[in-house]
């Protein structure tokens, strides 16, 4: 089975997704770090270059044309499943799950690691959180898409893996 996690920057898709496949022994793919290995830039160089427009069509290319194998957890960039038709590519291609945090949590969360996050390098405290609120609201409908939401919060690999079990 291919798992999709998707979620905000900040929810745990990459710790949680790496636990995740060592519990089930299935390979753990990070399409971020695909697309960085792929370009040899880092996300926040490649979006100081091209722009946001050039990443996201690179973002969508890359989660259609790696090779997946059968039985893999990959965890996406926090936009990804907002764009062109790569929600439902995902879905098509395996389960999706969306791990989902409340904006202050997330903030909490983010206030430290923004520097290799485009989107954030600039905002702090109130605004960090405003921010959050607005890309929020905007990207909910498309998470929300998921074949399975579970609650971020206190969220540890091993209920992950229950909840995805009984889904
Ligand atoms: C982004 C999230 C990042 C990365 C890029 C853009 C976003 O991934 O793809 O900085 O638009 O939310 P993470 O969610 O892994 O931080």
Redesign the pocket.
């Known amino acids: 089975m291919k798992i999709f996690l998707i979620g905000?920057?900040g929810s745990g898709?990459?710790t949680l997704g790496r636990k995740l496949a060592s519990r089930l022994g299935y390979e753990f793919i990070d399409l971020?770090h695909k697309l960085e290995q792929q370009v040899e830039l880092s996300?926040a160089e490649y979006f100081q270059i091209f722009g946001e427009d050039a990443f996201r069509k690179l973002?969508s290319e890359v989660l259609k044309k790696t090779l997946y194998p059968d039985n893999a957890i990959i965890?996406t960039?926090?936009?990804?499943p907002c764009y062109f038709d790569n929600m439902d590519w995902m879905k098509a291609n395996g389960k999706s799950v969306y791990i989902k945090l409340s904006p202050k949590t997330l903030a909490d969360r983010l206030e430290t690691g923004k520097e290799e996050?485009?989107?954030l390098q600039d905002k702090h405290g109130d605004a960090l959180v405003d921010f959050i609120e607005q890309k929020l609201g905007e990207r909910e409908k498309f998470y929300s898409q998921a074949n399975i939401i579970v609650d971020g919060l206190s969220l540890t690999a091993e209920k992950l893996e229950q909840v995805i079990a009984v889904s």
Do not use: A, V, Y
Not at 77 to 80: A, C, E, H, M
């Open positions: 905000f920057m898709k990459t971020d996300i973002e965890s960039g926090g936009g990804l996050r485009p989107l």
